[in-house]
């Protein structure tokens, strides 16, 4: 069965900082694209990183550039979001998800366009 396991969610105060892991399992981890997503509460999901397969290129929302970091620990099938400098508005259900092949444009894809979705894990970020 295809698995994405996200964890390390929690509560941090303004400017802190978290890590996040997502632990894939049941697919060649090798072809597929992985990205992290957020939902906040009355708010749409929104992309905010993508690691691509082919060469690692990542990706990232403007809101979290300079300040998230993605990365890939392919011994491991494990995708990791690095989370610096947090701002309340970080605060969100964090959701990792997988896309075959490479990222079809150079962007974070939609939502819509994930194969595979793993279950949230909660950030709140307190002011």
């Known amino acids: 069965d295809v698995q994405l396991q996200a964890s390390g969610g929690g509560l941090v105060q303004a400017g802190g900082s978290l890590r996040l892991s997502c632990a894939a399992s049941g697919f060649t981890f090798d072809d597929y694209a992985i990205g992290w997503f957020r939902q906040a509460p009355g708010k749409e999901r929104e992309g905010v990183a993508c690691i691509g397969r082919i060469d690692g290129s990542t990706y990232y929302a403007d809101s979290v550039k300079g300040r998230f970091t993605i990365s890939s620990d392919n011994a491991k099938n494990t995708v990791y979001l690095q989370m610096s400098s947090l701002k309340p508005e970080d605060t969100a259900v964090y959701y990792c998800?997988?896309?075959?092949?490479?990222?079809?444009?150079?962007?974070?894809?939609?939502?819509?366009?994930?194969?595979?979705w793993g279950k949230g894990t909660l950030v709140t970020v307190s002011s």
């Open positions: 998800a997988a896309l075959e092949g490479e990222v079809p444009i150079a962007t974070i894809p939609l939502p819509s366009v994930m194969d595979y």
